[in-house]
């Protein structure tokens, strides 16, 4: 089954109950890698960071949205714990 006809397939709208595993993570686009591909290092590093930066900003932004009375500096701590508590999740089904 590819990735596409998943989201033909019926059976498949439905993950709980499917007998087909279910990712925690999307699976890896094809098209996206191969615009990379055509990027030089030095570019494909440009678009890494600027990923980062943007996943830093919308773990922040939620965060002081949850909290917005507590100090930036455990700010800076609650978001130490939401990266090593996303470095314990594993991919895969």
Do not use: C
């Not at 990266?83 to 594993?90: N, P, Y």
């Amino acid at each position: 089954m590819t990735y596409k006809s998943m989201f033909r397939d019926k059976a498949m709208s439905d993950p709980i109950r499917s007998s087909e595993p279910t990712f925690r993570f999307d699976p890896v686009d094809i098209d996206q890698v191969r615009l990379l591909l055509n990027l030089s290092p030095g570019e494909r590093i440009r678009v890494m960071l600027d990923a980062q930066a943007l996943a830093k900003g919308l773990i922040m932004g939620r965060l002081r949205r949850q909290y917005p009375d507590l100090p930036l500096e455990e700010l800076g701590l609650k978001f130490i714990q939401e990266i090593e508590r996303g470095k314990q999740t594993r991919p895969g089904p």
